[in-house]
């Protein structure tokens, strides 16, 4: 159940969302109007996307940048979020067990490290929105400190969850027109240089990719240099091996090779 203070703030929680507010806001609204009791000091709203990927729409708190690294997240990265979205339920966990128990994050443990030591080891909380019997969504928050979560904590997200899938879902939220002109940034690799990977995973050389694509040697080279600092990867076989190891790209059994006498050219 909702205590008094909190059904009052459920309620105008809800009556904030009837007004259809733009997104960037909604994430403030939860994390001070029904979740102010739980120390939230981050909290990001995601929709997916062609059930393909999570967008994120809302952000707040202390996370500035997570929406830089993690705008676009495909279903098939194993994180906490993905996981919540895939199997309907939600999952809590400390900030230092989802680092370990979701090797994937090592893809940006220096920011993850910064997190820990600015909020401390709080609890991190991925909830599924759901509308219809269907997960539509997600919302997760960082906690200053972890939670003895009872039934009634399960039931307050629970009620959250259902709010936003009411927002989400209508037509005048204006979100589903703010998930396709979201642009890909972050974890997510552009269309281009998923080919360009594809590519490399078949030793072919920068000329030869770049002749297949019709682009540039130049362009196929800074390609793969975005590529290898995003992966933290220290040469072109490196790279493709963390795309498929992050499920951000798949390929057959092709073994790519070093070509064109340079790590990542």
Not at 156 to 163: C, E, I, R, S, T
Request: proline share 4%; with cysteine.
């Amino acid at each position: 159940m909702i205590g008094p203070v909190g059904g009052v703030r459920f309620t105008s929680f809800l009556q904030h969302l009837g007004g259809f507010p733009e997104p960037s806001g909604v994430a403030q609204a939860v994390a001070r109007g029904p979740l102010a009791s739980y120390g939230v000091t981050s909290l990001n709203i995601w929709m997916h996307e062609d059930f393909s990927e999570l967008v994120c729409i809302s952000t707040h708190g202390i996370i500035d940048s997570y929406d830089n690294l993690y705008q676009r997240v495909p279903l098939s990265f194993h994180a906490p979020i993905t996981e919540s979205f895939l199997t309907g339920a939600s999952v809590i966990l400390p900030l230092s067990e989802m680092m370990n128990a979701y090797p994937s994050l090592g893809l940006d443990v220096e920011y993850w490290e910064q997190v820990l030591t600015e909020n401390g080891d709080g609890d991190v909380v991925q909830v599924p929105i759901v509308s219809n019997g269907a997960a539509i969504g997600m919302f997760a928050f960082l906690c200053n400190d972890t939670i003895n979560w009872t039934v009634n904590d399960y039931a307050v997200l629970d009620a959250v969850a259902a709010g936003l899938g009411l927002w989400l879902s209508h037509p005048r939220s204006g979100v589903s027109d703010l998930v396709h002109n979201t642009h890909s940034t972050g974890l997510q690799l552009s269309l281009r240089q998923i080919e360009v990977l594809r590519l490399v995973a078949e030793g072919k050389s920068n000329s030869a990719i770049a002749y297949r694509l019709g682009y540039s040697q130049s362009t196929v080279k800074q390609e793969l240099q975005r590529i290898s600092r995003r992966l933290k990867a220290a040469n072109r076989n490196e790279a493709v091996t963390r795309a498929i190891e992050l499920n951000l790209m798949t390929t057959g059994n092709a073994v790519p090779v070093e070509s064109d006498g340079a790590g990542i050219s």
